[in-house]
């Protein structure tokens, strides 16, 4: 097949498909996911003690990853940048939460979601937070810094030597 032919056919690539998800949306997919094997195979804490610290522990990181979050969302809102990974940036966002982690969107919806957990206390939903962590740090990330670098260069570069990519 020559070339000119290849370039009509388009390959279906699942990790480009997962792209076109909203990042926070694949937090919510995955959790609604891990609702099977919890519905099917519960995993039911006995104590009552622990249940307690369990579910006051979720309140505790939902609303911290809510506001980490959300803090995070509000600067790059006023930089009027996209949120949206693979997209070129119009500003290096360096000030805020940027200061503490470079993903600190990611980070916050990841101790968010482990306080859903906590606070349903359910198990499953913890058990599948790695395969949102494999897919935001070897996928999505990566595709974020690749852009990033070519927008910004040297700045960009710089920051990351400053600030760790998680915390």
């Not at 370039?7 to 498909?17: A, L, T």
């Not at 500003?91 to 990841?110: C, D």
């Not at 968010?112 to 897919?135: D, H, K, N, R, T």
């Amino acid at each position: 097949m020559s070339n000119t032919e290849n370039q009509g056919k388009v390959k279906f690539n699942p990790v480009r498909f997962l792209l076109y998800i909203p990042v926070p949306w694949v937090y919510v997919l995955t959790y609604l996911t891990s609702l099977v094997p919890q519905y099917f195979w519960p995993v039911v804490i006995q104590s009552h003690k622990a249940i307690t610290t369990i579910k006051i522990a979720g309140v505790v990181l939902f609303v911290i990853g809510a506001f980490y979050a959300g803090w995070g969302l509000l600067i790059f809102h006023r930089a009027q940048t996209t949120t949206t990974p693979g997209e070129t940036s119009k500003k290096l966002v360096m000030s805020g939460p940027y200061r503490l982690s470079r993903n600190p969107m990611y980070v916050g919806l990841i101790l968010a979601y482990l306080g859903e957990a906590g606070l349903l206390a359910q198990v499953w939903p913890v058990i599948f937070i790695p395969l949102i962590f494999s897919y935001v740090n070897w996928i999505v990330i990566p595709l974020e810094e690749t852009v990033l670098k070519g927008d910004f260069g040297a700045e960009y570069e710089n920051y990351c030597k400053r600030v760790h990519r998680w915390l």
